[in-house]
T-cell receptor, first 116, second 114 residues
Framework: ETGVTQTPRHLVMGMTNKKSLKCEQH?????MYWYKQSAKKPLELMFV???????ENNSVPSRFSPECPNSSHLFLHLHTLQPEDSALYLC???????????????FGPGTRLTVL | AQSVTQLGSHVSVSEGALVLLRCNYS??????LFWYVQYPNQGLQLLLK??????LVKGINGFEAEFKKSETSFHLTKPSAHMSDAAEYFC????????????FGTGTRLTIIP
């Protein structure tokens, strides 16, 4: 596997279900991100982990719970979601802290989530 | 604070014609600028990035972008459109001081007319 992978690619769940999204990066990066992409809206940054510590949480509802057990893996645990949470969830990774270089983010293919 | 504005949520060009996708940015410090492309049912792929080394940046698939500080612009161009260029394109800005993460524009959907 190369780059950033995400599983599953598609997920349908009811509002009372509990599920998890998984992201794995094979780039040796030290930062990982969760984004939400909804139709006709800009990409929304949900969570940022740098060196496995959460450094940013953009006021995301508690029904979304991230977990970063190591620098290569990132999870998004979902419970009691709402239909408006249906979206494409994208994971990204970057190598932070390179002098003179931007933190270029590399994205996975996304998980298309539908909440019924 | 930083932001980007992409003018035109939809752009249509004929196959073989010039592609021009517009992006203007706002940043209180020298910016880093990016263009990403998203094909249907896929994630975002980096096309090119500006890091202050050169104002004209060449990317993949024949795309290039020019940083114009006086116009606060970073427009994306390609001399001759191909059917495979049909996708959504996102401009993004981050801070060269490292204190702000990527901020994305709302995207421009490019349609290629045969």
């Amino acid at each position: 596997e190369t780059g950033v992978t995400q599983t599953p690619r598609h997920l349908v769940m009811g509002m009372t279900n509990k599920k998890s999204l998984k992201c794995e990066q094979h780039l040796g990066h030290n930062a990982m991100y969760w984004y939400k992409q909804s139709a006709k809206k800009p990409l929304e940054l949900m969570f940022v982990y740098s060196l496995e510590e959460r450094v940013e949480n953009n006021s995301v509802p508690s029904r979304f719970s991230p977990e970063c057990p190591n620098s290569s893996h990132l999870f998004l645990h979902l419970h009691t979601l709402q239909p408006e949470d249906s979206a494409l969830y994208l994971c990204a990774s970057s190598q932070d802290g390179l002098a003179g270089e931007p933190d270029t983010q590399y994205f996975g293919p996304g998980t298309r989530l539908t909440v019924l | 604070a930083q932001s980007v504005t992409q003018l035109g949520s939809h752009v249509s060009v004929s196959e073989g014609a010039l592609v021009l996708l517009r992006c203007n940015y706002s940043s209180s410090v020298p910016p880093y600028l990016f263009w990403y492309v998203q094909y249907p049912n896929q994630g975002l792929q980096l096309l090119l990035k500006y890091t202050s080394a050169a104002t004209l940046v060449k990317g993949i698939n024949g795309f290039e972008a020019e940083f114009k500080k006086s116009e606060t612009s970073f427009h994306l161009t390609k001399p001759s459109a191909h059917m495979s260029d049909a996708a959504e394109y996102f401009c993004a800005v981050s801070s060269s001081l490292g204190n702000e993460k990527l901020t994305f524009g709302t995207g421009t959907r490019l349609t290629i007319i045969p």
